[in-house]
């Protein structure tokens, strides 16, 4: 679960208090409490418990505070942004999209009276919260994570975005300044910092994060901060940047996250020369966006994760001849597995070596945990049954290299159609603090990828292709 900061609590007041017509109650009496105050609740906007959920109404709120909820009638779907997440659910369906992952719902939203109820539990889980409920009394409980120890009071935002131990305070480094201009985004910091930069689409954006800092004192005297520490940039003079953002995103570390929003995806480069500027150049013409360079592990060997994704209770997509997806990706990953095992320079590491089913979060933790080199993770792909080919993701900067090197592999061990290599923001390469990747190896929907990819001949080129591509990354 992300760290999100005040600017969550605040989205769950707006919600609730941008609808007019506000009552103390709804049907049947149910309350929401938010740390420790009763939220006052729209007399038209009825909370009811469905089966044991309390599904709550939803409206669109307020893009001062750098949310998005949007309606969409015509689908039928509720999209709920923040700075790097998106939660999109449709009426009547039990299954969510959570930052591109499928996330099954404990109660599909439902249209009533013109109005979506969407469930609270679910909701406020995925941005933060502590949600409880009591029977006896007809209430949901919400407990945002700056609440503090029961204190309840959740309104003074400076304080309640400061480290929770004091002292860490003299330890950060101040943000001073954000400027935009000659295409360059400059950040004016007093200490050296070390930033985390990534892409991300749908919309395109770029996102900096800026590890163990907080805005400085005299920041809000020279730009636009809320008392919730959001604000955002005007910019005039590069029409391809429709809009910078930034905000204290986390307490612990305290971070501060700036975000370009872009009309469509741009080239970039970073500059940090711990000179106090740190800069996101916009100015680049010839090459991609640099990833950092692989490093080694202590025996001086790489170490690889290889990912076979799907497994056990979740069988992933199902083959137009009612294959599993799950199957297809075991049998690929132990033959990269067999052939990586031959190199001398490389460990590997399997995420699952038979029918089980790691979470998406043990696949990112283990990684993360072994301070892996590289994440592949390997999928067959589902869609519409004209569409065939092969296709990468990946989702932050430092992944760009890797991608482009194993998509090369990937259209030539398949011999299928290249759909390019793509950013998205998926869990196994989001969450991942290596270079990571996901390859998706054909359409199990289309009749000629699928009776490819599960003869041996289909599989043994993909892996030796994995494997190619893998030992160029590493330079060997």
Known sequence: MKKIGFGVLMFFVMF???????????????????????????ANGQVQNLKGNVMIPIRVVS???????????????VTIQQLDTVLKLVVDQSTAIVNGDSVRLPMAPKLVSDTVI???????????LKVSWDNKAKTAYLVSPNSGSGSGSGGNAGSGNQPSNPGQVE???????????????????????????????????????????????SFATGQNLD??????????????????RYALFSDNPSTVRVVMDMDSAKKYKLVNNNDGLVIIDLNVEDSTSPGTTPGGGGNGKKLVIIDAGH???????????????????????????????????????????????????????????????????????????????VETFYTRSDSAQLANVMHKYLVQSTGLADRKVKTQSLHVTRETKMP?????????????????????????????????????????
């Open 227 to 244: 008392s919730n520490k959001n604000g955002s940039l005007e910019v005039s003079d590069y029409p391809g940047i429709s809009r910078i």
């Open 63 to 77: 893009e001062e505070l750098g949310f998005d909820v949007n309606w969409e009638k015509k689908t039928r779907t």
């Open 171 to 217: 330890n950060l480094a101040n943000i001073n300044g954000i400027s935009f201009s000659n295409n360059q985004l400059m950040i004016a910091v007093d200490k050296n910092v070390k930033p985390s930069v990534f892409t991300m689409n749908g919309p395109d954006r770029i996102v900096i994060d800026i590890p163990n800092a907080r805005f400085g004192d």
């Open 436 to 476: 990571a990747v996901l390859l998706e190896c054909g359409f199990l929907s289309n009749s000629d990828d699928e009776s490819k990819m599960y003869t041996e001949q289909f599989q043994d080129s993909v892996a030796n292709g994995i494997v190619k591509g893998i030992k160029e990354y590493f330079g060997m």
């Open 311 to 389: 497994g056990g209770s979740d069988p992933g997509a199902i083959s137009i001849t009612k294959k599993n997806e799950k199957d297809f990706t075991l049998a690929v990953a132990l033959k990269v597995q067999a052939l990586l095992l031959k190199e001398s320079q490389i460990e590997v590491v399997m995420t699952r070596e038979s029918d089980t089913y790691p979470t998406l979060s043990d696949r990112s933790s283990l990684a993360n945990k072994l301070n892996a080199d590289i994440f592949v993770s390997i999928h067959g792909n589902s869609g519409p049954s004209t569409a065939t080919g």
């Open 16 to 42: 609730m208090l941008v609808l007019p017509q506000m009552g103390h109650a709804a049907s049947g009496g149910t309350s929401v409490v938010l740390d420790g105050k009763a939220l006052n609740l729209p």
């Open 118 to 128: 969407v469930p609270l539990r679910f909701v406020g889980e995925q941005m933060g």
